[in-house]
T-cell receptor, first 113, second 116 residues
Framework: EAQVTQNPRYLITVTGKKLTVTCSQN?????MSWYRQDPGLGLRQIYY???????DKGDVPEGYKVSRKEKRNFPLILESPSPNQTSLYFC????????????FGPGTRLLVL | AQSVTQLDSQVPVFEEAPVELRCNYS??????LFWYVQYPNQGLQLLLK??????LVKGINGFEAEFNKSQTSFHLRKPSVHISDTAEYFC??????????????FGTGTLLAVQP
């Protein structure tokens, strides 16, 4: 089954404790992206990647890191989480092209205490 | 730059009634337009998209949307809703050409609450 998977689905952590949220897709998509969803703000892009070893900042990159060492994986790293990073995070992937449909993972709900 | 406005944060409607969810966009260049749906505790999935051609676009689950260039709108409609349509609906826009980063700009979402 074609899908985007994220782990973990739920995470509670404390300020400053490094964490990684994994994202994997099995559709051979070149493009992958991370979004955060906050009430009243919709989805905002954190980072994106056009292919292996090619990443760039989105609209809200502060406090996050990413890497793209393999085509299928695009982990999101919070090196020193803070309470303002409490949010719902989505990974998405697609083929390259502005008209392409993006496929979303199920989401990771993060609470930073 | 592009932007999307969804003026209605919530739309309550009775089952089997028609519904329209409003979306307006702003852009200085041609755009592609998308509607995504998010069911409770799930990721987003594509309902429909407008790329070119006919301004009336049909999607999954009986939804359709009409692109109106003069009014810069892309409203979503369904003639008769079901309880299972209860979800959050997001309108999104991307540039139609230039700098192909697949970047989508999302609206703030509209919660469709279908009541029996």
């Amino acid at each position: 089954e074609a899908q985007v998977t994220q782990n973990p689905r739920y995470l509670i952590t404390v300020t400053g404790k490094k964490l990684t949220v994994t994202c994997s897709q099995n559709m051979n998509h070149e493009y992958m992206s991370w979004y955060r969803q906050d009430p009243g703000l919709g989805l905002r892009q954190i980072y994106y990647s056009m292919n292996v070893e090619v990443t760039d900042k989105g609209d809200v990159p502060e406090g996050y890191k990413v890497s793209r060492k393999e085509k299928r994986n695009f982990p999101l790293i919070l090196e020193s989480p803070s309470p303002n990073q409490t949010s719902l995070y989505f990974c998405a992937s697609s083929f390259i092209g502005l008209q392409e449909t993006q496929y979303f993972g199920p989401g990771t709900r993060l609470l930073v205490l | 730059a592009q932007s999307v406005t969804q003026l209605d944060s919530q739309v309550p409607v009775f089952e089997e009634a028609p519904v329209e969810l409003r979306c307006n966009y702003s852009s200085s260049v041609s755009v592609y337009l998308f509607w995504y749906v998010q069911y409770p505790n799930q990721g987003l999935q594509l309902l429909l998209k407008y790329l070119s051609g006919s301004t009336l676009v049909k999607g999954i689950n009986g939804f359709e949307a009409e692109f109106n260039k003069s009014q810069t709108s892309f409203h979503l409609r369904k003639p008769s809703v079901h309880i299972s349509d209860t979800a959050e609906y997001f309108c999104a826009v991307s540039r139609a050409y230039g700098g192909a980063t697949n970047k989508l700009i999302f609206g703030t979402g509209t919660l469709l609450a279908v009541q029996p």
